[in-house]
């Protein structure tokens, strides 16, 4: 029998933004659309799996406002830094692995596309090194020397633990991997930034920020074909999460939602 988990998604920052920045090719709609930053706990009685680890204060930069670091935000549920055991990273983007530090106990899980994405011919061009930041590389080969990144390859060569896996997407970055996690309403895919926005993987829409446009299209059918449902995708960065989703309680409102129920919105 496959376990249950509970999913926790924290929002950690924000920044204002406006749709011709979020597609490929711009939008008519010149209107807003800001953005939301989130990690993501995937809980049980028996684990907890951390999923990205967000961003401090010094890389609240370009428009971004940090509301709390991700380790407050786990500690508002109960969760110490120290007891994550796992911490899956989607992709090496500097919004998703700049607290690491603060997770001394846990292991990473890492596709070998990322790793090698980030320390080769790639990073000689702006367009793609922008969003990573030197000391968070520097920092997970660090960890791989000390035998605490599992590295994983491939959309099918990735369980974490029964019931929870990864599966290697690809398109925003060349190793982006997503996380499938089974729950009480089924199989609930955490995109991440396979999509960022609803409307991407609803609409076959790219976010402009992207290292292989058609590995992003394909994305889409591999996030809809792990999941049950188009309302079991979490897309990475959708404001709309935390107004679909049920707040943890009316204390966290807005802050923390549980993933493995059903939208109510």
Known sequence: MIPAYEIYCVKYAERPGRRPEHFVGGDPHDAPMPMDYFVWLVQNHERG???????????????RVLLRKPVDGLALLGVKGED???VVITHLHNDHVGTFYDFPNARFHLQDKEMA???G???R?????RPYELDHVAGMIRLAYQNRVVFHNGQNDGDIAPGISVHHIGGHTMGLQSV???TQRGWVVLASDASHYYEHFEQNRCFPLVYHLGEMIEGFATLRRLADSLQHIIPGHDPLVMQRYPAVS???KGIAVRLDVGPIA
Do not use: K, Q, S
């Open 121 to 123: 011919r790639h990073m």
């Open 250 to 252: 009316p204390e966290l």
């Open 180 to 182: 499938r996690v089974h």
């Open 84 to 86: 994550i055991r796992d």
């Open 117 to 119: 994405y980030v320390t």
């Open 49 to 63: 799996v951390l999923v990205d680890t967000g961003f401090d204060a010094a890389l609240a930069i370009r428009g």
């Open 125 to 129: 061009h702006n367009i793609f090194r």
